[in-house]
């Protein structure tokens, strides 16, 4: 038994997390109990109370460092979501849709963005003031969620969102856009008593090998402009490979 052996909990914690902490101190108190049990040279009351003390003081240690580091862990995960997540709506922001794009997602081959706009939006915060729009925007964020599980979701803008998902091809992409622009149209929010419609239009896009997130994004807004003209609550496509396509839809 070392006296330095009582930091090394401490050093367990901070370096390796909580899960290898414990493993790591639970395995170094087994050696030195072990060590503590085979002295021999001094006396069998002697041996126990100094094993004790010891073993207490590291237990002690031990469950300082574990809450300290479960503290830790926590206030850096609060941290993170409020680096990362859109505080109204719990979607994720721009900047964690940039990390989302750049580090997190790998294979990008089958990758569509839609990116969606509630149609006069202003008038719902003009007619029954900027709560109940905040309440429409958190309706509108988890409808995003439940209609798109395999997705990603991101608020942009005031109420703009941005949705990344893999589809095997465009129709299938397209398909989901309708479906979402069409669930929207049908469905009513009850917010404080008020029957809330909002529509959306949507514009898809297909990533290509050229593009960064800045173009990919850009060329998502395109669509969505000509989703606009065409008189709202519209899903607008046009995919450039071996052919030209264009889709309205709505």
């Known amino acids: ?67 300290f580091e ?23 922001n721009r900047l ?18 839609f990116l969606l706009d509630l149609d006069f939006f202003k008038q719902i915060n003009d007619e029954h003031g900027h709560g109940v729009g905040d309440q429409v925007l958190i309706e509108v964020a988890t409808l995003l969620r439940v209609e798109l599980p395999r997705g990603y979701v991101f608020r942009v803008g005031g109420e703009e969102f941005a949705l990344f998902s893999a589809f095997a091809n465009e129709e299938a992409a397209l398909n989901t856009a309708e479906q979402i622009r069409a669930r929207f149209e049908n469905t009513t929010f009850d917010i404080d008593g008020l029957a809330i419609n909002v529509t959306t239009s949507i514009g898809v896009a297909k990533f290509k090998s050229t593009n960064s997130l800045e173009s990919f ?4 807004d395109k669509q969505l402009y000509k989703a606009k003209q065409f008189g709202r609550n519209k899903v607008y496509c046009k995919f450039k490979q071996e052919h030209d396509r264009e889709a309205v839809v709505a």
């Open 96 to 113: 964690s849709m940039n990390h989302y794009f750049e580090v997190e997602l790998q294979d990008k081959s089958q990758l569509y963005l």
């Open 217 to 220: 994004v850009n060329q998502a």
């Open 1 to 67: 038994m070392f006296v330095w052996s009582f930091a090394l909990p401490i050093l367990y914690y901070l370096l390796l997390g909580k899960q290898y902490g414990v493993i790591f101190s639970a395995n170094l108190l087994v050696i030195q109990v072990f060590i503590l049990g085979s002295k021999s040279t001094l006396a069998p009351f002697e041996n126990f109370n100094l094993s004790l003390n010891l073993i207490c003081a590291y237990f002690s240690i031990w469950a300082i460092s574990h809450v």
């Open 70 to 92: 479960g503290s830790r862990s926590h206030f850096s995960k609060r941290l993170k979501n409020l680096a990362l997540l859109d505080p109204l709506t719990g979607a994720g």
